[in-house]
């Protein structure tokens, strides 16, 4: 049986790049970004001006002059052709082209307007250059201005439509199927009778996709009899992903794993020293296709697609970085076994660690309800004291990714 880090080495060892193509920049909202982006000129691409007032020659002024004639008003969008005389300013609007010889910018604030329709600066003194963002100075053309890959959060957004990318290049998300399992399982708009469960794992791993932008193709739900799930994993792989939920453990009724491989899977590992979460099974086809075949309790659902899912697709993205970070746990906890153990954590207004709360094992449809992230109790070690140092994991799957 595998430790967790043995298993999340073999998950690694698997990952390939995603293939990449381009989506209408609207809809590229949380897909990640798969090439580096260029300025395609200069940025600004003009001098502009920063602020309502007057452009002048510092020359001018240095020269003692003080009341200027306006030549012109200039407004953002407007280009000029009127050239500027000894002695006379523009009057300019914010993010108007300054045009040259003008080089410094004199707030509205600090003039009087004259009947005479000259500008009179009243301030003791300016810097050449000032209120005046240069040509050139946030991008020049042909300067990498996104790195790669990156997640399109709305900021990323705006910035890739100022540089013109209306058609974003992102990683092609793979495609899904889900399949759930078990004959005490029906589904969420059913009445259950008192030996039975709601699917509530369907709905959880449909949310956990979505939100990783990954198309869900197929999802079904097939009792444990041999022949109906056979045919619902056989269409199941079909996709490039496939989840199954329920039917990795010991039981009789346990026929995912036998029937997997007579599907030509090829079983990568199976159990993993971990709690909860032990019996997950990982295979893959010979075409590069992989395969989750999770526990069926919720919360080991819910912690082994946060902890191998994610870490497949977050390395099929390109990133590299560990996705686990240091935090403060700030309430004890004790442990028996020897295992890994993943638990869930959360954080409270004003304080900077996290807390953990018991609960009544991997079944427990409520135990996650409001964290924040997992805490992970490394196996050799049996207590963490208060405001010991713990690996805990974000919820949200692109946190600290850059």
């Not at 381009?22 to 200069?42: G, K, Y």
């Amino acid at each position: 049986m595998l430790t967790y880090l043995e298993a999340r080495d073999k998950i690694r060892s698997m990952v390939k790049l995603l293939p990449t193509e381009r989506i209408p920049l609207a809809q590229s909202l949380n897909r990640v970004l798969a090439h580096p982006i260029f300025a395609d000129r200069d940025y600004p691409p003009f001098n502009r001006a920063a602020m309502d007032g007057i452009a002048i020659r510092i020359d001018d002024w240095n020269n003692g002059i003080r009341e200027f004639p306006i030549r012109t008003t200039i407004f953002a969008g407007m280009e000029t052709s009127t050239a500027l005389a000894t002695g006379e300013c523009y009057k300019i609007m914010t993010g108007a082209a300054c045009p040259i010889p003008a080089d410094t910018i004199i707030r509205k604030e600090d003039l009087t307007f004259t009947p005479n329709g000259t500008a009179l600066i009243r301030c003791e003194s300016i810097s050449r250059g000032q209120h005046l963002a240069q040509r050139g100075e946030d991008l020049k053309k042909n300067e990498l201005a996104v790195t790669t890959p990156r997640v399109c959060d709305i900021s990323l957004i705006g910035t890739l439509a100022a540089l013109g990318v209306h058609q974003a290049p992102v990683y092609k998300m793979p495609t899904v199927g889900i399949v759930t399992t078990g004959n005490e399982v029906v589904d969420i708009d059913q009445q259950p009778e008192h030996f039975q469960i709601r699917n509530s794992n369907q709905y959880l791993l449909r949310a956990l996709c979505e939100q990783w932008q990954l198309p869900i193709r197929s999802c079904q739900h097939v009792s444990d009899k041999p022949k109906a799930l056979s045919a619902a994993l056989k269409q199941a792989t079909q996709q490039q992903l496939i989840l199954i939920n329920g039917g990795v453990s010991a039981g009789d009724a346990d026929h995912v794993p036998q029937i997997l491989r007579e599907l030509g899977v090829e079983i990568l590992f199976h159990k993993v020293s971990i709690k909860p979460g032990k019996p997950l099974l990982v295979g893959c086809l010979p075409e590069g296709k992989i395969i989750f075949a999770l526990p069926g309790n919720p919360l080991s659902c819910f912690m082994t697609f946060k902890l191998f899912v994610e870490e497949y697709l977050h390395g099929c993205l390109g990133f590299t970085n560990e996705r686990f970070q240091t935090s403060t746990l700030m309430i004890p906890r004790f442990k028996k076994s020897s295992l890994d153990e993943f638990f869930p954590v959360f954080r409270h207004a004003g304080e900077y660690g996290y807390t953990w709360k018991p609960h009544h094992g991997s079944g427990d449809i409520t135990a996650t309800v409001g964290c924040d992230g997992i805490g992970w109790h490394v196996h050799n070690k049996h207590v963490i004291a208060e405001n010991d140092s713990i690996p805990v994991l974000s919820l949200h799957p692109f946190f600290n990714i850059i």
